[in-house]
């Protein structure tokens, strides 16, 4: 499966928002809104990912969130000291607000607010979908993420 995500806000308080679609060939068979930390220049636990159109999401069973899938490629590794790579351990997990994560992304079914921050809402049930969705589909996952029409605030 084929995963797209098309950032449009970059908040230096409330964190880097987008959108997810999930293709299977041509047909979309997911999508969500997505939040993660703003983006401050790939720094570890405290900005979001780099965009890049090649990575690939690996399973992984997280001590904290159980069975999800880990984001390898560019400078994003699975491991800590994985060659070449200053972030590890960027994961899909369920979150709310950006200041719930450490270089993570969190779906969620739509945007909103909670306690006077932007946020995206009902996220357990939203990544629960798409980490089912993922194992119950065989073969390689890729992910790209880009910048689209930014609006920074």
Same mark, same amino acid.
């Given at each position: 499966m084929q995963l797209n995500i098309n950032r449009f806000s970059n908040h230096i308080?409330?964190?880097?928002?987008g959108q997810l679609k999930v293709y299977?060939?041509?047909?979309?068979?997911?999508?969500?809104? @997505?939040v993660e930390r703003p983006w401050l220049d790939n720094k570890p636990y405290v900005s979001c990912?780099?965009?890049?159109?090649?990575?690939?999401?690996?399973?992984?069973?997280?001590?904290k969130f159980g069975k999800t899938y880990a984001?390898?490629?560019?400078?994003?590794?699975?491991?800590?000291?994985d060659q070449g790579c200053s972030r590890f351990a960027c994961l899909?997990?369920?979150?709310?607000?950006? %200041? %719930?994560?450490h270089g993570c992304i969190a779906p969620g079914t739509r945007l909103g607010a909670l306690d006077n921050n932007w946020a995206v809402l009902r996220s357990g049930p939203k990544t629960d979908e798409l980490i089912d969705l993922l194992y119950s589909a065989p073969?390689?996952? @890729?992910?790209?993420?880009?910048?689209?029409?930014?609006?920074t605030i």
């Open positions: 308080d409330h964190g880097a928002f299977e060939d041509t047909s979309i068979v997911y999508k969500s809104f @997505t990912i780099p965009a890049y159109d090649g990575y690939i999401l690996e399973p992984y069973n997280s001590p984001i390898v490629g560019d400078t994003v590794g699975m491991y800590e000291g899909f997990h369920s979150a709310n607000l950006a %200041q %719930q994560l073969g390689t996952h @890729t992910l790209s993420i880009r910048w689209d029409k930014l609006l």
